[in-house]
């Protein structure tokens, strides 16, 4: 985040505001297009932002965010056009969202796994396998019950033995998982994300950890980057995304899993479990554990 230069305007920064947008649209396409054309707009927004609604209605939400009010009238004429809900528009007092999350995110026990913002260094049990994630423009600090799943699925893993030594984290987002990974075992684990942020986010993590050289942080969809390509197949895979993507990415995963190699599968709401259990069994990836942690699912299946 950068620094404000400081200015006569300094005693008035508490009282700084934005102004967000915000509309639903079905389907991710349509989606993406909305928040597209909101760029085009004048005041411009500084940045835009599509949102799955994960109920399993495939409704999106788009959001636009300005610094200045935004024209309610073009913003009305876009949602008509698109034939999405009418945007609400809204004035929010600026936040420092990431020190905000700092203070509020405890520490998280996953099995051996501890992970800790730096403020809680001092909190880390003995013995424990420490994992320092920052609050940050990316997902996975491992508070999410879909993070802290696979989390503990690998500890499972762990404890009866297995030591799966070709490793990737697709959809990585602060690589926490990639990091889980590197710290237990041997050898180089790849991570992957579609978001260039969450690669950087990532590639910090990764060093904050004393990791460097342990993890490599690469930007791709699934495993299309040439890096992750040619060092599989793999003994085990993560990946914490979403119901679809997980779907879609079902065949290129059975291509990339050893025989016998696991995928432990996260970012499933419990009602889209057996849809992504089915889609990876058909593709001959059976499942073999399931475990449910509130509203959320983690699926570990077994190339056959």
């Not at 399993?56 to 999405?84: C, H, K, M, N, Q």
């Not at 913002?117 to 491992?142: N, Q, R, W, Y």
């Not at 987002?173 to 684990?189: D, E, I, K, N």
């Not at 942690?293 to 699926?299: A, E, I, M, P, R």
Request: overall charge negative; some cysteine; glycine content about 8%.
């Amino acid at each position: 985040m950068a620094e404000a230069e400081a200015s006569a305007d300094d005693a008035r920064d508490d009282d700084a505001a934005t102004w967000a947008a915000l509309t639903q649209t079905q389907g991710r396409a349509a989606a993406e297009a909305l928040a597209e054309a909101c760029e085009d707009l004048d005041p411009e927004p500084v940045g835009t932002g599509v949102f799955e609604i994960e109920d399993g209605s495939d409704r999106w939400e788009v959001g636009a965010w300005f610094t200045e009010a935004p024209d309610e009238i073009a913003l009305a004429l876009l949602a008509a056009a698109a034939g999405a809900q009418p945007f609400v528009v809204s004035e929010v007092p600026e936040t420092d969202w990431v020190a905000h999350v700092r203070r509020e995110l405890a520490p998280v026990e996953a099995g051996r796994f501890f992970v800790h913002g730096s403020h809680d260094a001092d909190k880390v049990p003995e013995g424990a396998e420490a994992l320092c994630i920052e609050a940050a423009m990316a997902f996975g600090t491992g508070h999410h019950n879909t993070t802290r799943g696979c989390l503990l699925a690998f500890d499972r893993l762990l404890t009866a033995g297995e030591t799966p030594g070709r490793i990737a984290d697709i959809g990585c987002g602060t690589a926490v998982l990639a990091m889980a990974a590197a710290r237990v075992l041997p050898g180089v684990v790849l991570a992957s994300d579609i978001d260039p942020v969450a690669v950087e986010t990532a590639e910090a993590n990764v060093l904050a950890n004393g990791l460097a050289g342990r993890v490599e942080c690469v930007m791709a969809e699934g495993f299309g980057h040439p890096l992750l390509h040619d060092a599989g197949p793999y003994d085990l895979v993560f990946a914490n995304i979403l119901k679809q993507p997980l779907i879609d990415l079902a065949p290129d995963m059975a291509r990339q899993l050893a025989p016998g190699g696991r995928a432990i599968l996260s970012g499933i709401l419990t009602t889209q479990a057996d849809e992504v259990a089915a889609a990876y069994a058909e593709a001959g990836m059976p499942l073999s554990a399931r475990d449910d942690l509130g509203d959320w699912t983690t699926l570990v299946v077994q190339r056959a």
